[in-house]
């Protein structure tokens, strides 16, 4: 079946760091991607998707580039703030359903 | 433009007893559905509802946990009996139509089953 695999955490990194969290995916057919963000005691957010092969989304300086060659779709983001600390979940849309399937999620601590 | 609404966000309950929770999706959305998230996992489909109607459910436990949307707008989710096993944040969420990409969740319900 589609699955989610994403990288354990949690990723500490100190301010101003490069950040990348990896996603990979199984599914068949063409699905669509996601990052959603939840930050402590708040819902889901989408942070990005990219809907077919090649396509990079982005947002608030993170970046992800649907790669179909490698089924992968990893997170990066040039310089962290402390206020991107959250849980990060990799997700992906099977071609033809509207049932979200999400990875495990990373959590990210961002210090000082 | 307000987000999903979900009530109670904490309930505290023992277990063999009731629980229910309910959901308020953004205005126009047609499509609602409610994420089971265990700790430390991502959001798992329980029951998806277009309009009115359950159009998958095929990962609601039928035997304690039921459902409703009854005019297509909020929703209730409900638990009869729960088990210590349910302690879990019950996540719903809502998009605009059958072929939206995004879904728009809102902030959960943290359940603890003592």
């Known amino acids: 079946g589609d699955s989610v695999t994403q990288m354990e955490g949690p990723v500490t990194l100190s301010e101003e760091a490069f950040l990348t969290i990896n996603c990979t995916y199984t599914?068949?057919?063409?699905?669509?991607l996601f990052w959603y963000v939840q930050y402590p005691g708040e819902g889901l957010q989408l942070l990005l998707k990219a809907t077919k092969a090649d396509d990079k989304g982005s947002n608030k300086g993170f970046e992800a580039t649907y790669r179909k060659e490698t089924t992968s779709f990893h997170l990066e983001k040039g310089s962290v703030q402390v206020s991107d600390s959250a849980v990060y979940f990799c997700a992906l849309l099977p071609t033809g359903f509207q049932k979200l399937v999400f990875g495990t999620g990373t959590r990210l601590l961002v210090s000082p | 433009e307000a987000g999903v609404v979900q009530s109670p966000r904490y309930k505290i309950i023992e277990k063999k007893q009731p629980v229910a929770f309910w959901c308020n999706p953004i205005?126009?959305?047609?499509?609602l559905y409610w994420y089971l998230q265990n700790l430390g996992q991502g959001p798992e489909l329980l029951i998806r509802?277009?309009?009115?109607?359950?159009?998958?459910d095929s990962q609601l436990p039928k035997d304690r946990f039921s459902a409703e949307r009854l005019k297509g707008v909020d929703s209730t989710l409900k638990i009869q009996p729960a088990e210590l096993g349910d302690s879990a944040v019950y996540l719903c969420?809502?998009?605009?139509?059958?072929?939206?990409?995004?879904?728009?969740f809102g902030p959960g319900t943290r359940l603890t089953v003592t």
């Open positions: 969420a809502s998009s605009a139509d059958r072929g939206s990409y995004e879904q728009y």
């Open positions: 205005s126009g959305h047609n499509t």
């Open positions: 599914a068949t057919g063409y699905p669509s």
């Open positions: 509802y277009e309009n009115e109607e359950a159009v998958d």
